[in-house]
C-alpha cells in the first residue's frame, strides 16, 4: 500500500495499517480453518484513511478518513 496502490493518500505512507474481514463468516469447528475471502476494509493508523478491497489488495477503493 504504500507504494501508491491505493492512491495519493498511501503513497509514502510510513505508518501501520490495519486489516478488517468485510463480511461474517462461520466458525468451522473441524479445525479446518475458516475462510475469510477476498474483502477487506484497510485503515491506516495513523491517518485514519481507510480503504476497502474486494480482490485480496490488488485494487482499492478509498473511502475517506474513519473516525476512529
Known amino acids: 500500500m504504500d507504494q501508491g496502490g491505493a ?3 498511501s ?3 510510513r505508518g501501520t495499517f490495519q486489516e478488517y ?3 461474517t463468516f462461520d466458525h ?3 479445525g479446518e480453518g475458516e475462510r ?3 474483502d477487506r476494509f ?3 493508523l495513523n491517518t485514519g484513511d481507510v ?3 474486494r480482490d485480496h489488495y490488488k485494487t482499492f ?3 475517506g478518513k474513519g473516525p476512529f
Open 7 to 9: 492512491g495519493p493518500s
Open 36 to 38: 475469510t475471502g477476498q
Open 42 to 44: 484497510v485503515r491506516a
Open 21 to 23: 474481514i468485510a463480511h
Open 11 to 13: 503513497r509514502n505512507y
Open 61 to 63: 477503493s478509498y473511502l
Open 51 to 53: 480503504w476497502f478491497t
Open 28 to 30: 468451522n469447528p473441524s
